[in-house]
């Protein structure tokens, strides 16, 4: 018997692990929250390696693309050359600060449990889409959280460790985010696909939705707030038969190149709460205010408020437009 | 069980670059797959249930930075580890030119897999095109990585005193 194990190890070894694994996989198929004992240990083993390699990726490819940006110039004079330099110096420190007082901006219309993260790495595989960030349960991070940033919803925390978390992506196809169109209120579950992009589903047939619609949270999900900005309605398709039609919906964010996101460790509802707020102060600008309409795309007119749905509030909710609350 | 050590810190290693630098180049969405390299590695040098382990972990470990899906990949090493120990039973593997088909072909094999258990299990809408116009370009780029890898895994062996 033990000469037939030894023998053997390798097809017996070989049959317990695929099984093991697709346990794992019927375990977890479908599921939000994954059952994953050395999920969380791996995630906090490899986060100081991928904060360093990240950093220093960021200032190799920083350099290159200085140097690449200089080669162009190499024709010109030293005078110029050193314009040039100090020219993209300093844009470069302009594009940073707008880029972050951005964030800083749309920060600050949010309540104050909001955790600051950095991206440190990406999906291992080209099929899923997640991201990974150098902040953890130690700093609040929790599973199933809402991240988003100034351009609107990236995703929700899939895992958690001490000091490390994975988000999974609108884009992943495991994602799926209660929805409003802007302009007539029709709902829908924007979900993202292998491929990559992401669609509205489950819009009733009868309801209005074109392509150029702009695409929110509708709250209702208990992971965003209300009015987030998701994307943009790309194309409509409705076929001739079916209760429901899909929407094409174009991120708002560029996930390639995230490299700082906002966590929101607060409750949806609370959330809700401080954006309205915030815009009620809003309302009435004092003189020194910053112009955030400026800085804002216009909202498209909408449709004056219906009969609210079952489980929405009758209360309307103020989206956030990429530099805050929009004005009512 | 040396070797299962060697290869698991150079999988950290791999993953490390998956998920941070490779990015970062050109062809992103095509990347060199590090751990189907250090899986056939396994299958054609650790004959026994610490290779299977090892098969396993590297493919949970890919698992816990991809998706949010557990078992895919540890499935679809644990497969070719079999196949290619299979493989090397019967077919002389001891020199460069059969590495680099055998990756080739378990990188093909480990892409049909995970697309074969995500399209069944997970979702029916699996985009099989774009899966048929890549995989044959990541299985190149795998077979055409092996010789270095495996170089470097063998060196690595030799510091560790392994042989």
Known sequence: MLEFLRRNQVLLGSGVFLSLSLALLVVNRGG???????????????????SVTAQATREVSSVWTRYVGLLNAEAENRRLRDRLRALEAEHHRDAENRRLSHLLDFKSHLPSQVVTARVIGRDASEIFQTLILDRGERDGVK??????????????IAQSSPHASRVLLLS???????????????RGIVEGALSGSCSMKYIKRGDEVQAGDVVVTSGLDGIFPKGILIGRVSSVSRKDVGLYQVADVVPAVDFAKLEEVLVLASAPEQVNEAIEAAARAKATPEPTATPVAALTP?????????????GESRREAVPVTPSGPARP | MGLLSLVMI????????????????????????????????????????????????????????????????????????LLVYLLARQ????????????????????????????????????????????????????ALFSPVVFSLLDAGRRMWGLD
């Not at chain 1, 994954?34 to 390696?49: S, T």
């Not at chain 2, 610490?50 to 470990?61: N, R, S």
């Not at chain 2, 080739?104 to 029916?124: M, Q, R």
């Open chain 1, 32 to 50: 939000t929250r994954r059952f994953d004992p050395l999920g969380a240990v791996f995630l906090e083993l490899l986060r100081p390696l991928q």
């Open chain 1, 143 to 156: 599973p199933a959280m809402a991240v988003v940033c100034a351009e609107g919803v990236i995703g929700r």
């Open chain 1, 172 to 186: 992943d196809h495991n994602s799926g985010v209660d929805a409003l169109v802007q302009r007539t209120r029709a």
């Open chain 1, 298 to 310: 216009t909202p498209l007119p909408r449709k004056p408020a219906a009969t609210p749905r079952r």
């Open chain 2, 10 to 81: 150079t999988a950290v290693l791999g993953v490390l670059l998956q998920t941070t630098v490779l990015h970062l180049l050109p062809l992103a969405s095509i990347m060199p797959d590090f751990v189907v390299i250090l899986c056939v590695y396994l299958a054609l040098h650790e004959h026994s249930v610490a290779g299977t382990l090892g098969a396993f972990l590297l493919g949970y470990f890919t698992d816990s930075f991809s998706g949010n899906v557990l078992g895919l990949h540890a499935f679809a090493m644990s497969l070719v580890f």
């Open chain 2, 91 to 142: 077919l002389w593997m001891d020199n460069v030119v059969a590495n680099v088909a055998v990756v080739f072909v378990a990188s093909l094999l480990k892409a049909l897999a995970v697309a074969f258990l995500v399209a069944v299990c997970l979702s029916a809408d699996y985009p099989w095109n774009h899966l048929f116009s890549t995989v044959w370009i990541e299985a190149a780029i795998a």
